[in-house]
């Protein structure tokens, strides 16, 4: 499975029309045999986390951007199932707060980095700064415009100082969006998921396509790439993520530490 082909090389201008947020070209099964692929890779990544919690040595940082229902949640419910939340924290970042606002947006943000062992994972983000606050217009271009070099910078710093990165935008079609949203009013017990403002923000949606173009282009890095992730259908949303981050942790070399020493033979009374 070349998990590469939905990585957006730094430099590359990313332009969303060329992917199809339907594409399922890394798999040909059914999705049953795609959900069984992503069970064993979830045991897989419970393996890997205990590792990475047990070496301490490694931090790993998740982004996670969508649109509405583009599935942050259930990526997060999926991908980590099974895994120890002892090592794995979960940040949503809503809107900011009054004392939030009155700092710079990184602010909030950094304290919720992963520390040594652990994996953070970001439901929403510092890219939140660069999406909803351009297309609002919630600051004057020229600040948001700042922000990406801003990011960058930020990321390096996580990353010189033992992060790994990545970064996933879950790719809806409008038109898949519609179907989710209808499908959280129609069952009562999905209604608590719908927000009216949802509708309002479907209607900047062009403007968003935008905002992550000029974000995810400029600030897809070696060390802090960001893949589009063709989300329409959940099951390979799920797959493909789960094998990106398999692939992560086996590629940093981890060993569980040495015990202490002359425990050999050691019999408790
Ligand atoms: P759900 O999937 O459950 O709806 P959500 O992530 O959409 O989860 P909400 O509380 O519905 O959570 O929405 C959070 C809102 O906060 C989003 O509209 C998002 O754009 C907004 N937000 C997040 N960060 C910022 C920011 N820095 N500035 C302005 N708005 C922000
Ligand atoms: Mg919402």
Known sequence: MDTGRYRVEPGATLDLTDHDPADRALFDGDKDAGRKE????????????ELLYAEAKHKILIVLQA????????????VFDGTNPQGVKVTSFKRPTPRELAHDYLWRVHRHTPGAGQIAIFNRSHYEDVLVVRVHDYVPPERWQRRYRHIVEFERLLAEEGATIRKFFLNISKEEQKERFQSRLDEPHKRWKFAKGDLAERRHWDGYMRAFEAAISKTSTETAPWYVIPANRKWYRNLVISKILVETLEGLGMSYPDPEEELDGVVIA
């Open 38 to 49: 992503t069970r064993d890779l979830n045991k897989r990544l419970e393996e890997l986390q």
């Open 67 to 78: 649109m509405d229902a583009g599935g942050k949640d259930g990526t997060i419910r999926h």
